[in-house]
C-alpha cells in the first residue's frame, strides 16, 4: 500500500503534516531505548507507522462521532495491551504541532485553521487516553484481584491441614485467639491408633482421619469450631452462653461423637476439656491445661473426657 493509498483524500498540507510526524515519532523511537524496546525489528516499526498514518488520516477527515471514537479507543486498547507510556501521548501531541508548524512555512494558504487542528487532536488524545485509563483501571483490578486472590489461597493453606481440608494448629489458634466469647476448648486424641498405622498402613490411616473430621464437622453447630492440632490430634470449640453446666459439654460430645464408627476402626478416643476464660483466655495456655486433662483421662481409660477444673473423670463410650 503507496503513501497515497495510506493517507486518503487529504489535502497536501494534512498528506504532509501527518507524513513528517510519523517520520519524527520513528526518529525518536530510535533514540529511545524503552521505545525501542516495543518494536523487534524495522518491520515492526513499519507496520506501526502505516497504522499511525490510517489512523490520522481517518481522524483528519473528520469521520462520525460513534467512528471516531471508535478509533480512538481502539489506539487506547492497543497501546495498553503494549505498555505504551501514558507520558507518550504528550509527546506524540507535541510532535504533531512541530510538524504543523514546520509545514506550516511550506503552505500559507493551504494550512488547516490551527484552532480547528487542535481541537480534532485534542479530542482524539482525550478519547484515547479516556479509553487507556479505562483498561488501565481494569487490569489493575484484575490484577489486584488475583493477588488477593493468591495471598487469601496461600493465607487458605497456610491454616489448613492439607489431609483433612479441616484448620491446622495454626489456623486454630489464630481463630480461637480472635475470640472474646466464653467456651470449651476440647482436645481430642485417638486411642490405638498407631496400630491402625503399624498394621494396616497409613493410607488406612489417613482415610480414618479424613472420615472422623467429615463425620465431626457434619455434627457441629454454627459458631462451633474444629481442627487437626497434629499426627492424630484434633480439638473442637463450644461457644458457651455462660448459663451451661459442664455436663452440656459432655453430652454435646457425645452427640458429636456417637456417628463416628471407633470400634469399626478399632480405635478409641480421649478428650481433655478447659474453659475459657475461668482456666484459660489464649489457645496456648487453653491447650496446655486441656492437655493436662486429657492426660489423665488416657490414664483411666479409651472414651474418658476429664475436665481440667475437675478431678473426676466421664466416660463417652456408647
Not at 488520516?57 to 473528520?62: G, R, V
Not at 510538524?99 to 512555512?105: A, D, F, L, R
Request: glycine fraction near 6%.
Amino acid at each position: 500500500m503507496d503513501e497515497d493509498d495510506e493517507l486518503g483524500a487529504l489535502s497536501e498540507s494534512v498528506r504532509e503534516i501527518i507524513a513528517d510526524f510519523v517520520s519524527r515519532f520513528e526518529s525518536w523511537i530510535h533514540q529511545d531505548r524503552e521505545a525501542s524496546k516495543l518494536f523487534d525489528d524495522e518491520n515492526s516499526l513499519l507496520h506501526h507507522s502505516q497504522l499511525m498514518k490510517r489512523h490520522l488520516a481517518k481522524i483528519s477527515q473528520l469521520p462520525p462521532e460513534e467512528e471516531a471514537r471508535a478509533l480512538s479507543e481502539n489506539v487506547g486498547r492497543s497501546h495498553i495491551l503494549h505498555d505504551v507510556r501514558i507520558s507518550w501521548y504528550i509527546l506524540a501531541y507535541n510532535k504533531i504541532f512541530e510538524s504543523y508548524h514546520q509545514i506550516q512555512n511550506k503552505y500559507l494558504q493551504d494550512m488547516p485553521n490551527i484552532d480547528e487542528f487542535r481541537r480534532i487532536w485534542l479530542k482524539d488524545v482525550g478519547q484515547t487516553l479516556d479509553t487507556y485509563h479505562q483498561l488501565l483501571t481494569e487490569r489493575h483490578f484484575n490484577e489486584n484481584w488475583a493477588l488477593k486472590k493468591s495471598i487469601f489461597e496461600l493465607d487458605l493453606q497456610a491454616k489448613t491441614d492439607p489431609l483433612t481440608g479441616v484448620l491446622n494448629r495454626r489456623g486454630f489458634r489464630n481463630e480461637l485467639d480472635g475470640k472474646q466469647e466464653s467456651g470449651a476448648f476440647i482436645l481430642l486424641d485417638l486411642d490405638n491408633f498407631k496400630i491402625v498405622n503399624d498394621v494396616q498402613g497409613h493410607v488406612e490411616g489417613d482415610k480414618i482421619l479424613e472420615q472422623l473430621s467429615t463425620m465431626v464437622q457434619s455434627q457441629l453447630r454454627r459458631g462451633d469450631m474444629f481442627g487437626r492440632i497434629g499426627g492424630d490430634e484434633f480439638a473442637i470449640w463450644l461457644p458457651l452462653t455462660g448459663s451451661e453446666d459442664l455436663s452440656v459439654i459432655s453430652e454435646t460430645l457425645r452427640r458429636i461423637l456417637v456417628t463416628i464408627p471407633f470400634r469399626e476402626w478399632k480405635i478409641g478416643i480421649s478428650a481433655g476439656v478447659s474453659l475459657k476464660p475461668s482456666d484459660a483466655s489464649s489457645f496456648d495456655d487453653l491447650y496446655a491445661k486441656a492437655d493436662e486433662a486429657l492426660y489423665r483421662a488416657k490414664s483411666v481409660a479409651d472414651f474418658t473426657l476429664c475436665f481440667y477444673n475437675q478431678l473426676g473423670s466421664e466416660t463417652l463410650n456408647r
